[in-house]
């Protein structure tokens, strides 16, 4: 029964990207729009709808086992990356790649495919937990992953604590959620008609994320998507070794079964989008970093359903 909940759950989603596949080969979305819509998400849609959900499901009490459980993602991503610097030396990978399959090995996207992913399984009562992992993610992702993209190229490296640094870990979305945070400790309540706006406004996160990765999927030549070792090592990294951690780290770290499972979920997901992003700023390897970000993408739509079961 559950492999079905979360065959069906994926298939929610794999339609709702392909849409977004589908108007692009329409000639209805350009370069333009794949600007627009991650905008869209990240500075409207995703706030508010961390602003509405948080303020209105969760409770002071709550607060505590969410602090305690932000311990299990952290440390198993510090986890993922010490294996993934292991693995890149074993698999001998280019100095000019090593730094982005470090990067890609052990951060996940873990809000922009993690939120609607986890909404179509697990439903509205997921968002804190996804909160909680975006957040050891962001952490990590801007930090060491930076650093390590930053040295494959020829630009100069970045420094792992900075100044774009702290603005990136601080994004509109963690901004949203530290503000309901403070809400809830206050016991503040929004007024009403703020709430109903947020609700509307953030119910575009879901469709406009997934339609965004159609999009980036239809610019994908599968033709040129080839699996060598390098690539094999990030599968693994992503889907293999990353949730092993969280069960590893939990099981030192006791949390509720639920947020185990969506810890789980979110650790078993395509490389951050951003890979390729930083890739082409610190003129590294652009080209291998939007291979593993395709790859990953394609092998997550796997992935999911059978950790649904297997969990």
């Known amino acids: 029964m559950e492999f079905f909940q979360a065959v069906e759950g994926v298939l929610s989603i794999l339609i709702m990207v392909l849409v977004g596949y589908f108007l692009t080969s329409r000639g209805w979305f350009d370069k333009e729009t794949t600007r627009l819509l991650p905008r869209l998400v990240n500075y409207v849609a995703l706030p508010t709808y961390m602003l509405w959900n948080l303020t209105t499901t969760f409770s002071k009490d709550m607060l505590s086992s969410m602090v305690y459980g932000l311990s299990v993602p952290m440390l198993s991503m510090l986890l993922c990356a010490v294996i993934a610097f292991i693995v890149s030396k074993l698999l001998r990978v ?127 030549d599968l033709k040129k998507l080839r699996l060598n070792r390098d690539i094999i090592g990030v599968l693994i990294g992503r889907f293999i070794v990353s949730p092993l951690a969280i069960l590893i780290v939990a099981a030192y770290f006791p949390i509720p079964d639920y947020m185990k499972k969506i810890f789980v979920i979110q650790s078993a997901l395509p490389a951050m989008t951003q890979t390729s992003i930083l890739a082409s700023v610190y003129k590294a390897d652009t080209e291998y970093a939007a291979t593993l970000v395709s790859i990953t993408n394609i092998a997550a739509l796997i992935a999911i359903p059978v950790y649904m079961v297997l969990i």
Do not use: H
């Open 94 to 220: 280019p100095s000019t790649r090593n730094g982005t399959f470090i990067a890609s090995f052990f951060s996940s996207s873990a809000i922009f495919v993690g939120l609607p992913v986890n909404l179509a399984l697990f439903g509205e009562s997921s968002i804190p937990y996804v909160l909680l992992y975006f957040l050891a993610n962001a952490l990590w992702f801007w930090t060491v992953g930076n650093y390590c993209i930053s040295t494959d190229g020829q630009a100069a490296s970045s420094k792992i604590l900075s100044l774009p640094t702290l603005k990136n870990i601080f994004s509109p979305p963690l901004l949203s959620f530290i503000a309901a945070i403070l809400l809830i400790l206050a016991s503040i309540k929004l007024p009403a008609y703020l709430l109903s706006t947020a609700k509307y406004l953030g119910s575009m996160t879901t469709p406009l994320s997934l339609i965004f990765i159609g999009i980036v999927m239809y610019g994908v």
